[in-house]
């Protein structure tokens, strides 16, 4: 390799990083550090580092000299005047040449990318005093800095789990061991950052500059563990495939159906790998009781709990995921949870849009034609739907162990079809004529009059349906 080239490589090299990662505390905090695990909540003023973007002009440039000290050691190494389209090759001027005209070049194809960010207003004076966070930042004349994006005119910070890949590398890194109310800049290069990807007021390849600002930061959590004798436990069977064990009776509100319910949980194979837990997230996981969203064993387990208590579910795979695999969780598979009710609310506009399993022993059924039954749950007044008719109606189907396939309340959309087009399963054509317009029914539709031996998407084949139905009027 000639010297020029191996000049070219180290200079290459040397601007490969435009800017070292970096950290700088320029405000201490107080209190406990934080570590992954965590549910922090951050100011932040974020820039891109202009001179990145000159840097990488320069890198092309470079890139293209080294193409040019190819063709001339070609060129020496077959003592040839015409090589490349270069006739009596003068190297100190063509590589002149080149360079004036790169830069040039660079100059034009970096206008755009740097004139894409996001133009921030600058703060009237005299409405906004200057604060700490101001008097830190880089002054609007600073041409080596754009700011894109910040937190503070907002007022809210902005609320994640450190150490879970919800932000840049450079986040994840540059956070940990700060204390409520420090304040670091964080110099970030491209790699660790947004890295050959462009955003909005970023382009590709920037290199980044924040000050951020730690506001305050929830207790880490300490981690369930999966018991050394998980047979041993005092369990007692809740339902068919479902056992449970209650570690602490809480005395706060029931979980009722229709509650709004914030758990931590941890869950686990049968053999004692953790798939999941909200304590890793750092925050609890809110569920709706009754609405389906569940698996049939938590939906079950959690009757009769109350805020403050701990009960364990041994989920056996009727109640759980089934015959379904994911990522951490093969099909077929027993599973193990610890779940501590945090707390339980009734949300009375969220139970008037919801339909709920029924408990279909408590009703009274009709039977209806061709192996149809149905109850009245409520009446409604007016014209009944028939034939010919374009039956407006709001609905939730349910598979008979619970598992809720399908809702127009989730949608928030009304569904319509006429009645007797066959646009619908038999069972719906026989169960909504004759309703009345606010009236709502449960149906069990057997297989016959629903979709049969083949099923239908989460359907399985041979099923028997549960809906509630709703008729709206025409």
Known sequence: MSKLKIFLVLLMCSVCFAIPFKIETVREGSGDSIRAGQLIRVHYKSYVYLDSVRILAEKARLADSLRIADSLRLANDFNSDQIAGVTKVDTTTLLDRSAKSKKKKSKEDSKAPVDTVVQVPAADSAAAPMTFVDSIAPASSDSRFKLFSESYPGGEPLEFTLGMGLVIQGWEKGLVGMKPGEIRKLYVPYQMGYGENSLEGVPEYSDLFFIVELVSADPPMEPDVFPKNVEGLKWREAAKGLKIYDEKVGGGKPAVVGSVLKTHYTGWLLSGRKFGSSKDMGKPLQVVMGAGKMIKGWEVGLEGMREGGVRWFRVSPAMGYGATAYSMIPSNSTLVFRVELVSSEVDEAVVANMDFFPDTTALTFENGPEGLRYAVIKQGEGEPA??????????????????????????????????????????????VQGMLPGEKRILVVPPGLGYGARGAGPIPGGSTLIFAVEYLGE
């Not at 009645?419 to 619908?424: E, I």
Request: cysteine-free.
């Open 386 to 431: 028939q034939k010919g008719n374009v039956a407006k109606v709001h609905y939730t189907g349910w598979l008979t162990n619970g598992y809720k396939f399908d809702s127009s309340r989730d949608r928030g959309q009304v569904f319509g079809f006429t009645l007797g087009a066959g646009r619908v399963i038999r069972g719906w054509e026989l169960g």
